[in-house]
Antibody, heavy 122, light 108 residues
């Protein structure tokens, strides 16, 4: 069965960086795009970016340009999201999610990781 | 960016009643690439509907989606106790992908 397992909660100081991992299993890792979404406490969902596990090409909204890095390791079927220059506004639960459609980057998200809480506090 | 506006913000209903949730886009959604998700406290979202009206795997048929262009609707024909949650719409046809702010369906 498809599973996405994320790394554990993090506490970071303002200005620091955080790297969250998402290990995939149960399907062909390189055949489905992966996405990152975050949710601040009590708030809605915010799309952060997309990565192609097959060729590592990424895309992100303008809001995160220069501050987010998404990578993948095909040997371990893991994608990573690193966010730098953290502020208190980055306190949120971060989710990875898989695209529903085979090899299609215009896709809804069918499987989600369990979420990783990142708290930014001095 | 395409802004998705969901209404109402909160829907107070009883089990067995019909729920109608709206999602309006600021511009036409490409290829009706509109999804609906359900989220319960402490859980990840769950995909219910994609391409505006296609049910995702294992989603009960009491959930249905409709609409096109800029106006979309999620209907839950008869609310079950497990359906009380927050529902989000999302467009995935244009970058950046965007979500609505959510509609909470609560027990009356």
């Amino acid at each position: 069965q498809v599973q996405l397992v994320q790394s554990g909660a993090e506490v970071k100081k303002p200005g620091a960086s955080v790297k969250v991992s998402c290990k995939a299993s149960g399907y062909s890792f390189t055949s489905y795009y992966m996405y990152w979404v975050r949710q601040a406490p009590g708030q809605g969902l915010e799309w952060m970016g997309i990565i192609s596990p097959s060729d590592a090409i990424t895309n992100r909204p303008q809001k995160f340009q220069g501050r987010i890095s998404m990578t993948r390791d095909t040997s371990t079927s893991t994608v990573y999201m690193e966010l730098s220059s953290l502020t208190s506004e980055d306190t949120a639960v971060y989710f990875c999610a898989r695209g529903l459609l085979y090899n299609n980057n215009w896709s809804p998200f069918d499987y989600w990781g369990q979420g990783t809480l990142v708290a930014v506090s001095s | 960016d395409i802004v998705l506006t969901q209404s109402p913000g909160t829907l107070s209903l009883s089990p067995g009643e019909r729920a109608t949730l709206s999602c309006r886009a600021s511009q036409s959604v490409n290829s009706n690439s509109l999804a609906w998700y359900q989220q319960k406290p402490g859980q990840a979202p769950r995909l219910l509907i994609y391409d505006a009206s296609s049910r995702a795997t294992d989603i009960p048929d009491r959930f249905s989606g409709s609409g096109s262009g800029t106006d979309f609707t999620l209907t839950i024909s008869r609310l079950e106790p497990e359906d009380f949650a927050v529902y989000y719409c999302q467009q995935y046809g244009t970058s950046p992908r965007t979500f609505g702010q959510g509609t909470k369906v609560e027990i009356k």
